[in-house]
């Protein structure tokens, strides 16, 4: 009998596991977005604090170029007028105070952004619990924390340089199949996503001058895929022949790069004349910010012993990759992108804003996370298998 309570008991406990199944996997996704979405939630909750010195400034210079002396680049001021549109300059302070509490709104959601391509960029190197440590790290930086509300250019530079990070992953991202990368298809991506990189490495440029090492990483990754495609060429040369060493195909994996080394400055350059206004040696970082690590002597120490450890578990991780398997990867891409990154950082002046370094800090301090977890779970097991 189909319609006896015995049944309908069995029908629910065959429906049962599904639903639990689907609550489960609404539950993680909803989990992942708090966690991505954690450094905007940081910067947002202090909307309300006093403006930094070059805040007005910088929203007067987007609302009211006539009134505003010196160069500006476009791409700040459309950043500027995301949230306020072409709104007037108003004449009363406390307007302005008002406004720019408006404006801050694009700051928080360009941190935002920036979270949701740190966990798409550590996600191809990584996996997916290491993108969340990275979301969360990110979040704990003193650019975010600290300064994550403070209306600046650096926001629109660094969403446009990690996009383009997260474009070149996804070209060294090629296939195993051999066959696949001989055809138009191919080729046309592999043209697209070479082409918006480019674009978006020349618009971070063109947002803050100074932020030009962008252009160094297709640079730096060819030159490594260089060194590794001639290491292995020698060794097919001194077991076989020079005539066995695949020049086609090592033609067709340096090209994409090559090309992109060599036409990244000259879009940049394009980019340059078409959305700055003025000179662009006028376009100044933004200084008075915090620092990278923490003033206290001992979170200072920890801070940099993380990095450090996620730094070289990063770099022994990806050379023996590379050395294994003899392909570009999203890992070693992001390593370029983190080690440029940070030695600009090591070079800037003192009280610069730290943000573009910000991400680069998030990638490593995941990593050493994760290692020290795992080193300390090493040490847990020894003990007690000692016992």
């Known amino acids: 009998m189909t319609g006896s309570p015995a049944a309908g008991v069995q029908r629910a406990a065959a429906f049962a596991p599904p639903v639990r199944g689907r609550l489960a996997r609404v539950a993680v996704h909803c989990a992942t977005l708090l966690v991505v979405a954690l450094p905007a939630m940081v910067a947002g909750a202090r909307l309300g604090?006093?403006?930094a010195p070059h805040e007005l400034d910088l929203l007067q210079q987007a609302l009211s170029p006539a009134t505003a002396a010196g160069a500006r680049s476009e791409v700040v001021t459309m950043f500027a007028q995301a949230a306020v549109g072409a709104a007037n300059w108003p004449a009363d302070a406390a307007a302005r105070l008002e406004l720019l509490g408006h404006a801050?709104?694009?700051?928080?959601?360009?941190?935002?952004?920036?979270?949701?391509?740190?966990?798409?960029?550590?996600?191809?190197?990584?996996g997916r619990l290491q993108a969340l440590l990275a979301c969360v790290c990110?979040?704990?930086?003193?650019?975010?924390?600290?300064?994550?509300?403070?209306?600046?250019?650096?926001?629109?530079?660094?969403?446009?340089?990690?996009?383009?990070?997260?474009?070149?992953?996804?070209?060294?991202?090629?296939?195993?199949?051999g066959r696949e990368r001989t055809t138009w298809s191919h080729w046309l991506r592999v043209f697209a996503l070479a082409l918006c990189a480019m674009s978006a490495n020349g618009?971070?440029?063109?947002a803050l001058p100074s932020s030009g090492e962008v252009l160094l990483v297709p640079g730096?990754?060819?030159?490594l895929a260089a060194l590794q495609v001639f290491v292995r060429g020698l060794r097919v040369r001194v077991r076989r022949s020079?005539?066995?060493?695949?020049?086609?195909?090592?033609?067709?994996?340096?090209?994409?790069?090559?090309?992109?080394?060599?036409?990244?400055?000259?879009v940049a350059w394009w980019l340059l004349s078409r959305f700055v206004l003025g000179s662009?040696?006028?376009l100044q970082p933004t200084y008075g910010m915090h620092e990278v690590l923490p003033a206290a002597w001992l979170p200072r120490i920890g801070t940099a012993a993380l990095l450090l450890l996620g730094g070289v578990v990063a770099v022994v991780r990806v050379g023996v990759r590379?050395?294994?398997?003899?392909?570009?990867?999203?890992?070693?891409?992001?390593?370029?992108?983190?080690?440029?990154?940070?030695?600009a950082s090591c070079a800037d002046p003192a009280g610069q804003d730290r943000l573009p370094a910000a991400v680069a800090l998030a990638v490593l301090g995941s990593e050493g996370v994760r290692a020290a977890v795992v080193l300390l779970r090493g040490r847990v097991r020894a003990r007690e298998l000692r016992v």
């Open 203 to 206: 618009l971070a440029v063109a």
């Open 220 to 223: 730096i990754v060819l030159t």
């Open 242 to 266: 020079l005539l066995a060493v695949p020049l086609p195909a090592i033609n067709r994996r340096l090209l994409p790069w090559t090309a992109m080394s060599l036409s990244s400055p000259m």
């Open 322 to 343: 590379l050395g294994r398997a003899g392909r570009l990867g999203p890992d070693l891409v992001l390593l370029v992108a983190c080690a440029v990154a940070l030695a």
């Open 280 to 282: 662009t040696e006028a």
């Open 138 to 177: 990110l979040a704990l930086t003193a650019p975010v924390r600290c300064d994550g509300f403070v209306l600046r250019s650096e926001t629109p530079a660094v969403v446009l340089a990690t996009f383009a990070v997260l474009l070149l992953q996804c070209l060294a991202h090629t296939p195993r199949d």
């Open 49 to 51: 604090d006093a403006p």
């Open 104 to 126: 801050r709104l694009a700051q928080v959601f360009g941190l935002l952004l920036l979270g949701v391509l740190v966990h798409f960029c550590v996600l191809l190197a990584r």
